[in-house]
């Protein structure tokens, strides 16, 4: 928001940011109790807040809660020593940016097969901007070929059937998940790390003694437990998927993939459609290495819909 803001003006509240494929229909907020704000959360704390993330994403291995995806994706790379590392792209790229900033040698590869023979590899599953997919078993299989695989599964949410958490630790596979995204709550900073117990204790060393605050805690406990919410979310993320390719299709961009929380469209000009849309402080991402893929997550109430509507049609 900090650049749509210097190119076009506005203020944040005047824009929707359609930018950051963050679910716009978050979890609703509980009442939050008085503790919450006033002490120190304590091991019993973070340890069921691990238990109702296990619970949710189906897996034995060990749990560490972190300030979201982000803060494990900088954490990661001190685990060894710096070596090769190859990252499946394109891709999120603070990845590729964590593991040069910690002396790693980077090579972006655009085959999975090319990850072999690595000391490390990221894969991002589902990807992020298109969309692509790895199934359980080819992950599993490259683990087996690499030093160590990092499955980053931010975007996973709504695909279960794509996760490798269950077997999160196999050959100190690594898979990462984020809560704020399919939340819709990214402001509370929530993630969580899954893996075998060795490396989870080192990164809880890097981490700190309270890594998540009382509020994230709180509110992550309950909406991880909430599975009728989850079901129910996935289903309208499907119904919004599809409106949003009818929409756009009507403009002439064609689908390149996506996830039920953000679309990838092919335009005849990616920045100058960026632009447009900018016009009616609706934002989007556009990409530095090409001309036409712009990204869009999908909007929250009808009247952000029909906003997006207007600025499509213009």
């Known amino acids: 928001m900090d650049e749509a803001i210097r190119r076009h003006g506005g203020r944040p509240g005047d824009w929707i940011d359609l930018s950051t494929g963050i679910n716009r229909r978050p979890y609703p907020l509980p009442p939050l109790s008085r503790g919450t704000w006033t002490a120190l959360p304590t091991r019993a704390d ?6 109702s993330a296990a619970m949710a994403y189906g897996t034995a291995a060990s749990v560490l809660p972190v300030a979201g995806a982000q803060a494990v994706i900088q954490m990661i790379p001190r685990l060894t020593a710096p070596g090769h590392a190859r990252v499946l792209g394109p891709t999120y790229n603070e990845h590729a940016a964590a593991l040069c900033a910690a002396g790693w040698t980077v090579e972006e590869v655009s085959s999975p097969v090319a990850l072999a023979g690595a000391d490390l590899a990221v894969i991002v599953n589902p990807n992020n901007p298109d969309g692509r997919t790895l199934t359980p078993d080819a992950l599993l299989s490259l683990s087996s070929a690499v030093g160590r695989l990092v499955v980053d599964e931010s975007f996973a949410d709504p695909y279960p059937e794509c996760s490798v958490a269950r ?12 809560f704020g995204k399919f939340y819709g709550l990214a402001g509370i900073r929530l993630g969580f790390v899954l893996g075998a117990p060795g490396d989870i ?7 700190g003694p309270w890594p998540v605050s009382g509020a994230a805690i709180e509110i992550g406990r309950r909406a991880l437990r909430d599975r009728r919410w989850a079901a129910d979310t996935v289903q309208r993320l499907h119904d919004d998927a599809d409106r949003m390719d009818s929409m756009a299709a009507t403009t002439g961009w064609t689908l390149v993939g996506g996830t039920l929380l953000f679309r990838l469209y092919a335009t005849p000009d990616a920045v100058r459609a960026q632009d447009d849309l900018a016009k009616a402080a609706i934002w989007s991402r556009a990409f530095p290495y090409s001309h036409t893929w712009l990204r869009l997550g999908l909007p929250g109430d009808e ?3 029909e906003r997006l509507a207007r600025a499509l049609r213009g």
């Open 303 to 305: 009247t952000e819909w």
């Open 46 to 51: 973070m340890a069921s807040l691990s238990k």
């Open 201 to 207: 204790e080192r990164l809880a060393a890097m981490a």
């Open 167 to 178: 077997q999160a630790g196999t050959n100190g596979m690594i898979v990462l998940r984020s």
